[in-house]
């Protein structure tokens, strides 16, 4: 006989006559709103009716926070509107219920509020916070296509006013302690162990809730609220255009038509929600969260206790591994052939600490776990010895001769190369079993990827090593087969070149970058190539090429850049000049020609099908999850895999097949194709 679930929710009553509603989701890090943790606060909430308390306090007790939001997983099983309306609204009573509970209520927060987390805390009567660096507030239903659904829309607007509300939501970005006190959105901030205290003082001394200013109110009037939609418009529609990102607004319109005023307002936010959840954006941002998740799942507990990293090779990429491993808490030696190439990387690396950690003594701790070591004293102690010198097989080789005698027997070796298989890099190795790949990508503070490499004799634990230091990076580490360019260069390689090739027909460079840009890249390809430097993109795709033994596409635009020394943004001009750290880009008056876009996507995706059928990575899922988390690739579209498949397979491959007659046989479509489409056509 099944044991009934445990509850989530525990209510409890002090002498001072205060409800204490204590959440506690059953095996589960963080505490999510999931459609039976509603159903029980319901419960709990009708018997605080009965009987009402002095007071009400909800509060967490997980160590990680208060609660990350609502289950997302839940959304997957929505098929039609009417049971997206019916989630949102029963998820909304419960919450309209709690606001009109006969007593005041607090919301005490610790470690993260967001999304449905932060809406339940909106509406309680007060929200108290714990002021440390890990109080994280936010409304970040925008980065799943859909936007507040239980009745945030409306009490964040009402709690601190239109301008602010706005930018919590129509951003998805959390705020912190300060910002969040500053603003209105809590009502006080106190040290952790005071937390409790405080929540049952707000209860006894019941002060008048939080309102915005004046003008704010003002703001929300239906005879100001029209002279707002192009200010409020505009600055969303520069970075997301409103046929590939609806629900910012969505947000909008919602606050324009009702100003978070009377019940209409909630209705429509359900009525607004139950369609965002069936548009392809919603479906294919909520399935990249799942995959993101997936691949954090796979970082158990190394085999033993990391703590110190070596770096080799004190590079634009080796110098920020440095730097992000010590801004992650490790001690970091860094090592090159003088100190005069370790300074710049040391440079960065302050600038990145200043950025990231506020705190002066959290500054001044990641700075001296950082330091340069040009003999490299440090590799004997380290738990893991990160080569990361230029892209040339026999000077890794030699490196590795000298590296290997020296490290721990429990020392994780690993390449950080960007294009050269494992096996002929660990063939000089007593131990080649030992040597994993960590690709990382270019720029380390900001991209969450890495590559962890592995030959067909990579020793398994050694993986499970690479595996959770990825982690403990804070980083998502992707399981890939050593093989030519991996699986994200592998797939760029081709997109990269493509776009060299339609700039040596004559075509703008402005209106190749824009055709990828509108289709939802992050940044077009001309503007990548210069990015990640023409020497280094060349070396990278003449290296892919041998392996696989294609012809190198001589390109003679590309040859007289390398040959003026024009090198992309490092050396101040490639494609493009480069000023302030951006490129100078004309006017794109020229009309891009109308395959333009298809080249650039279906050369990547084809490439994308080979890797597949190629087992570079196991599932489609994960050749997604790698092509979005590795490129930025539009997220929107849910990766190229699913894209082909919303596009329908046999029509892509059918165009893929229109592209080679017509410009060659460089995009003849993949023998995988058949595979995947289940055809079993050649």
């Known amino acids: 006989m ?4 445990a509850p989530a929710w525990q209510l409890t009553r002090d002498p001072q ?33 009965r009987e009402p308390p002095k007071g009400v306090v909800l509060i967490s007790a997980k160590k990680s926070g208060f609660i990350a939001g609502a289950d997302i997983r839940e959304f997957t099983g929505i098929r039609d509107e009417a049971s997206g309306y019916t989630l949102i609204r029963r998820g909304q009573q419960v919450f309209d219920r709690l606001e009109s509970l006969p007593c005041p209520s607090v919301a005490a927060i610790h470690g993260f509020a967001l999304g449905g987390g932060l809406e339940t805390a909106l509406a309680c009567r007060y929200r108290v916070g714990v002021d440390d660096e890990r109080l994280s507030l936010g409304l970040p239903e925008v980065q799943l296509g859909l936007h507040p659904g239980f009745g945030g829309t409306v009490r964040t607007v009402r709690l601190i006013g239109v301008r602010a509300a706005m930018e919590l939501m129509l951003s998805g970005r959390p705020i912190r302690a300060a910002k969040a006190l500053k603003i209105g959105l809590l009502d006080r901030l106190v040290p952790e162990g005071e937390l409790r205290q405080a929540a049952a003082e707000l209860i006894t001394r019941a002060p008048p809730a939080h309102r915005p200013p004046l003008l704010e109110r003002l703001l929300s009037s239906a005879v100001v609220r029209p002279f707002l939609k192009g200010a409020l418009t505009a600055p969303v529609a520069k970075r997301a255009p409103r046929a590939h990102y609806p629900a910012p607004y969505a947000i909008i319109d919602l606050w324009l038509r009702f100003g978070a005023h009377g019940a209409q307002a909630f209705e429509a936010e359900a009525r607004s929600m139950a369609h965002l959840f069936l548009t392809d954006t919603s479906r294919n941002l909520v399935r990249v969260f799942l995959l993101q998740d997936r691949l ?29 491993s010590a801004l992650r808490g490790f001690t970091v030696t860094l090592q090159d052939r ?30 001296a776990r950082l330091r340069a070591d040009v003999a490299g004293a440090g590799v004997a102690e380290a738990d893991v010895v990160i080569e990361a010198i230029f892209e040339n097989l026999e000077a890794k080789q030699r490196l590795y001769a000298d590296l290997e005698p020296r490290l721990k027997s429990t020392a994780l070796l690993a390449t950080n190369t960007s294009s050269i298989m494992l096996e ?28 962890v490499v592995h030959a067909q004799d990579t020793d398994q634990q050694a993986l499970r090593v690479a595996t959770a230091f990825a982690r403990r990076l804070d980083k998502l580490p992707l399981p890939c087969r050593s093989a030519p360019g991996f ?14 090739l339609a700039a040596g027909e004559g075509v703008p460079l402005e209106s190749i970058d824009r055709a990828a840009l509108e289709f939802g890249m992050p940044m077009g390809p001309i503007e990548l190539i210069d990015v990640v430097g023409l020497d280094v993109a060349t070396h990278v795709g003449e290296i892919i090429a041998a392996e696989l033994k ?6 003679p635009r590309l040859s007289g850049l390398l040959a003026a020394g024009r090198l992309g943004k490092k050396s101040g001009a490639g494609f493009y000049e480069w000023r302030d750290g951006k490129p100078v880009k004309a006017a794109a008056a020229v009309p891009a020609p109308e395959d333009l876009t298809d080249r650039l996507i279906l050369i990547l995706v084809n490439e994308c099908v080979a890797c597949l059928r190629e087992r570079i990575v196991e599932e489609a899922d994960l050749v997604d999850a790698a092509v979005i988390f590795g490129t930025g690739f539009a997220p929107f579209r849910g990766g190229p895999l699913t894209y082909a498949r919303t596009r329908g397979l046999e029509a892509t491959r059918a165009r893929l097949a229109q592209l080679a007659q017509r410009h060659g046989a460089r995009f003849t479509p993949d023998a995988g194709w058949s595979a995947l489409s289940g055809t079993g056509k050649a």
């Not at 099944?2 to 679930?5: G, K, R, S």
């Not at 040391?346 to 705190?359: P, S």
């Not at 294609?550 to 390109?555: A, H, L």
Request: hydrophobic share 45%; net charge neutral; glycine share 10%.
């Open 487 to 500: 699986m994200v260069n592998r797939v760029l390689t081709p997109y990269m070149y493509e776009a060299m």
């Open 17 to 49: 006559g205060i409800a204490w509603l204590t959440l506690d989701k059953p095996n589960t890090s963080a505490n999510v709103l999931s459609a039976g943790v509603l159903s029980e606060l319901d419960g709990l909430l009708g018997e605080l009716e």
């Open 424 to 451: 002929p890099l660990a063939s000089g190795l007593s131990q080649p079993a030992r040597l994993v790949g960590l690709h990382f990508f270019n720029p380390v503070a900001q991209m969450p990827l890495i590559e």
């Open 338 to 367: 003088e100190l005069k190439y370790i300074e710049p990387a040391l440079k960065r690396a302050g600038e990145l600490f200043e950025k990231r950690l506020k705190d002066p003594a959290q500054r001044a701790g990641a700075q």
């Open 296 to 324: 954090k799942a796979q970082g158990g507990k190394a085999p033993g206790e990391l703590r110190h990293v070596h770096v080799v090779g004190a590079g634009v990429m080796g110098g920020d591994i440095a730097a992000w």
């Open 550 to 555: 294609r012809p190198v596409t001589q390109i």
């Open 2 to 5: 099944n044991e009934p679930a």
